[in-house]
Nanobody, 117 residues
């Protein structure tokens, strides 16, 4: 099992920045990819950004150029730097982990990000 704990959410004005953190513990050897997902009220959960142990990243089109995902392999952590935030970025953000090419089974508890206009 892998445990994921997110932190760093909060309330910010449009145009502001936030940095989310996710710390992984447990059977770290069983995962080689981590990412951030979000779910806005009344909408389906969607992928925001992912990163593999080797550093390959993916981003949703809606966040490209504004969000940056990074990871610290030594400390089993992944981060999401969010700049130029928009009200439509308001959602609960979840950290997720697993092995690339297979369904990722591990989820964090989520952290709320609210962007006011």
């Amino acid at each position: 099992q892998v445990q994921l704990v997110e932190s760093g959410g909060g309330l910010v004005q449009a145009g502001g920045s936030l940095r989310l953190s996710c710390a992984a513990s447990g059977r770290i050897s069983s995962i080689n990819a981590m990412g951030w997902y979000r779910q806005a009220a009344g909408k389906q959960r969607e992928s925001v950004a992912t990163i593999r142990t080797v550093g390959t990243t993916t981003y949703a089109d809606s966040v490209k150029g504004r969000f940056t995902i990074s990871r610290d392999n030594a400390n089993n952590a992944v981060y999401l730097q969010m700049n130029s935030l928009k009200p439509e970025d308001t959602a609960v953000y979840y950290c997720r982990a697993g092995r690339w090419g297979a369904p990722w089974p591990y989820w964090g508890q989520g952290t709320q990000v609210t962007v006011s206009s």
